[in-house]
């Protein structure tokens, strides 16, 4: 079943910059029983986990975070890069593998105690969703796993988000 979906998964060399392989995961959310097996096996992990507020990372964490919030019962909570949300926010400033940026969160999208799951669509060298998980964090709640469709494990990400409970579907 992995294997199937892995094969949806396609490397683009030097994207965005030479020395990238990019995992352009677009033919297997574009194939509709790819796209349904890969919700359906990261929404009944956490089925019945009680799960409160699905938080998802501007771009490509948005394109699982609405339907795996709705699978679950739960609230969306987006984070966007700097200037996007247009209520009072919390910044913080990460590495990705390729630059620094910024992602910014409501400061009254989640409330104390509740219990979060994190979603982004890849996990590489973890800055992008450790920073995410900090953002989380100060605002009191509790991170109940970061989920990602797909694990880079030559990275080493997961070392990053050592703290946590981390889950991924598809590892390269
Ligand atoms: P990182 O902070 O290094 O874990 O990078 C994670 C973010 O960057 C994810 O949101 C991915 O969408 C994107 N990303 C980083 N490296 C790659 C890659 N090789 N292929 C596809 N997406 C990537």
Redo the contacts with the bound molecule.
Sequence with gaps: MIEELKSKIRD?PD?PKEG??????TPLLGDASSFKLAVDLMADRYKGAGIDKVVG?E???FLLVSVLAYRLGAGVVPIRKPGKLPYDTLRET?????GTDSMEIHVDALEPGQKVLLV????????????AAKLVSKLGVGIHELAFM?E?SF?N?RE?LKDYNVFTLITF
Excluded: C
């Design positions: 683009i994207f990238i392989i990019f995992k352009d995961i990372i771009a490509r964490g990460y590495e990705l593998e390729y982004d669509d890849l996990l590489a060298t973890g800055g992008t969703m450790g920073a797909v880079l990275l990400g990053k």
